[in-house]
């Protein structure tokens, strides 16, 4: 349909109708969709072409400390204590708007301190902020996690108490907005009311889903139906579906149950040892190059795969290729002290990706 607008921006309904072989009443409704997402703009057929994505969920402060050495508990260690920008949807949406992906966020912040730098930084980064949430009386989420000499995440605590104020009724707000964008990318950081909200009201729209931790994870558990692509860790996975898969050889049947549920990709990252990706017709892992290298910070290499998922999927890139692209995007955050890598870009992507993966 979009291509006989094209090339007919005063065509009829009745004549796109005769050359799909459809109904005239049909014609009109698809019109009328195209028109509700901001595909097509006014009369005579205007067409949008600047595709953005959505992404909704949690937007934080990140304090990270790192010991110098073997990491004792409960014992005071000397190291480094460096905070940034973060929050698995805030991230993702930051490493879309480097990779030249125009990308909108919806997310809380308290109007405080932390809540003016994650604007003034979200919007130096590139991200559309217009549609954040700032709420008075209420403190920014605040992330607070200790690394260990290698870079992994030993312990954390989240205050994220913020997150309860976006519900249905604050996304309702910017349904129109929604409805226009290619894609929505969402994290399990959201409320049962705001997923339930996403899911049931959007089920033409690809819908993206990071599970953030195995406590969140289980809240998408009753939405798997709506969900196009799902980036879970191995323990967040097994949380969902409850099903161990200590071995490689279990991630098939593992992967298969999300599948019988509904998803129709899914990604579950392995930490060094890669991910592994299935549709239900096409299974595998795909090792992480190098995967002795000590990070610097693993903080937001899931988040960072999550956007190399989201930018390979606009351009229709084939799976394999879509993996090793999200792999590359991963492997450049994880060489960065911050949890988002400010060098990102799509030059230093390709740059890693033909390194570890040229024929």
């Not at 094209?6 to 014609?27: F, T």
């Not at 009109?28 to 959505?54: C, Q, W």
């Not at 910017?174 to 409805?179: A, F, G, I, Q, V």
């Not at 795969?305 to 999200?326: C, E, I, Y």
Request: aromatic content about 6%.
């Amino acid at each position: 349909m979009l291509a006989l607008i094209r090339g007919n921006r005063l065509i009829s309904q009745r004549a796109i109708a005769e050359q799909l072989g459809i109904s005239r009443s049909a014609a009109a409704g698809h019109v009328m969709n195209l028109t509700a997402k901001g595909i097509i703009k006014g009369r005579g057929y205007v067409i949008s072409e600047d595709p953005f994505v959505v992404v909704v969920g949690g937007a934080n402060m990140d304090i990270h400390g790192t010991p110098n050495a073997a990491l004792r508990a409960h014992d005071s260690n000397p190291g480094r204590v460096q905070s940034s920008p973060g929050g698995v949807a805030r991230n993702i949406a930051e490493n879309l708007a480097r990779l030249g992906v125009d990308c909108r966020l919806i997310a809380p912040v308290g109007n405080d301190h932390h809540g003016e730098l994650l604007m003034q930084q979200g919007r130096a980064a590139g991200i559309d902020m217009r549609n954040m949430l700032q709420f008075d009386a209420v403190n920014t989420s605040t992330y607070l996690s200790v690394l260990d000499d290698r870079g992994d995440m030993s312990v954390a605590i989240s205050d994220m108490a913020i997150l309860d104020r976006l519900g249905a009724e604050q996304l309702r707000a910017r349904e129109k907005m929604l409805r226009q964008a290619s894609m929505i990318v969402a994290d399990t950081n959201l409320t049962d009311d705001a997923l339930a909200y996403l899911t049931r009201t959007f089920t033409d729209h690809t819908l993206f889903v990071d599970t953030v931790s195995t406590a969140k994870a289980i809240r998408i558990k009753p939405y798997l139906s709506a969900v196009h692509t799902l980036k879970p860790g191995l323990i967040e996975a097994e949380a969902i579906a409850g099903i161990k898969a200590p071995t490689d050889d279990q991630l098939p049947a593992l992967a298969n149950w999300f599948h019988d549920h509904g998803v129709k990709r899914l990604f579950i990252t392995l930490g060094p040892r890669g991910v592994f990706y299935s549709t239900g017709q096409e299974q595998g892992i795909e090792k992480t190059p190098d995967a002795s290298a000590q990070p610097v910070n693993a903080g937001g290499a899931g988040d960072a795969f999550v956007a190399g998922l989201v930018r390979a999927w606009l351009h229709q890139w084939p799976l394999l290729k879509s993996v090793r692209f999200a792999l590359s995007v991963a492997k450049l955050t994880l060489a960065h002290a911050e949890t988002n890598n400010p060098d990102l870009s799509n030059a230093a992507v390709q740059r890693i990706y033909e390194q570890d993966y040229a024929a």
